[in-house]
């Protein structure tokens, strides 16, 4: 039986894969590289939202567990609650919808930690006097997530004056830069400017391996059919886009063998693909979490490919699905 996760189409996933793919190969020096990715697509993410005041500067340690509740969420957790005052404040998500995941990768006792290193970045940014404390790791210990923020001294402003809104209005391009595929745009770079072709290499392979696993979890739970035709396996690649911030997508009529869609949502990436000096391929190897599903429920007779992409400088992002290279359409 395959893996069951109750949150099949959530970016996430491919963060502790990444994590546990690259611990794996390169161990303190992946670790390192890894932390210092993290944090500084943080200080990125926050840098970006307070601008536009998505998030508050000078947060109070009850105002930032808020958000990180918002994040937990976002992030596809569930029982979450959030109490505290301005001086410290604990976020908790009771159910971790990812425990069969890290099992099956397996993921190390570090990957949390790692991954809350975005939180921390985010942290310096917003008040470089708040604290964080992972009191709970469900990797680590099997507790619930717990997060603790202490702000050291007195809150920078008192509360009558503070505004009352934490998160929001949070925009469809705001959240973008919650999207954990933040986070994993971040990891790839790492790997590539770390460890050159070899560094991408494992990613593929990653990412290849959780598509074997994840389209046997899809055929058993319903989610798609086998040997799935393109069409057929769209209708799941246009959820799963969703949940990557990409919602608002446009089919194309790319003929009976193909379902072809137009991302414009993708340009809320571009900014942060710049900042991180992305390579112009980056948006190819994620594609391969996608192809690796389609070797198990379409028989390896189809594809996900991105003929046009914008930070390959094409005007605009096209995601097609159709028969694979070498294969004739209709199999």
Excluded: K
Aim: proline share 8%.
């Amino acid at each position: 039986m395959a893996i069951r996760l109750p949150v099949w189409n959530n970016p996430y996933i491919g963060l502790p894969t990444l994590i546990a793919a690259t611990l794996d190969a390169y161990g303190a020096a992946g670790e390192a590289a890894l932390r210092a990715c993290q944090l500084r697509v943080g200080r990125m993410s926050a840098s970006h939202l307070a601008s536009e005041g998505a998030v508050p500067l000078n947060a109070t340690a009850l105002e930032w567990a808020t958000v990180c509740g918002h994040v937990l969420r976002n992030d596809g957790y569930s029982g979450i609650s959030v109490r505290g005052d301005a001086t410290t404040a604990w976020v908790e998500a009771t159910t971790d919808p990812y425990l069969e995941l890290y099992g099956f990768l397996p993921s190390p006792p570090m990957t949390d930690p790692i991954v809350w290193d975005w939180v921390v970045g985010m942290s310096s940014v917003v008040n470089p006097a708040l604290a964080m404390t992972a009191e709970s790791d469900p990797i680590a210990d099997g507790g619930p997530v717990r997060w603790r923020f202490d702000l050291a001294g007195a809150p920078v402003e008192s509360a009558d004056r503070r505004p009352p809104v934490v998160l929001g209005p949070v925009t469809p391009d705001q959240q973008a830069w919650l999207n954990p595929l933040v986070r994993t745009y971040a990891v790839l770079v790492a790997l590539i400017d770390g460890w050159g072709a070899e560094g991408e290499a494992l990613a593929i392979r990653a990412y290849r391996r959780l598509g074997h696993e994840m389209g046997v979890t899809f055929m058993e739970a319903g989610i798609a059919p086998a040997h799935a035709t393109a069409y057929q396996w769209g209708h799941v690649s246009d959820q799963i886009a969703d949940e990557n911030g990409l919602a608002g997508h446009e089919r194309l009529d790319d003929g009976p063998d193909r379902h072809t869609t137009v991302m414009p949502a993708c340009a809320r990436y571009a900014v942060l693909l710049r900042l991180l000096d992305a390579p112009a391929h980056i948006c190819d190897i994620p594609m391969n979490w996608d192809n690796g599903e389609m070797d198990v429920v379409a028989d390896a007779l189809i594809e996900l490919t991105v003929p046009s992409c914008t930070h390959r400088g094409a005007a605009r992002c096209v995601y097609s699905i159709g028969p694979r290279a070498g294969v004739a359409a209709g199999g």
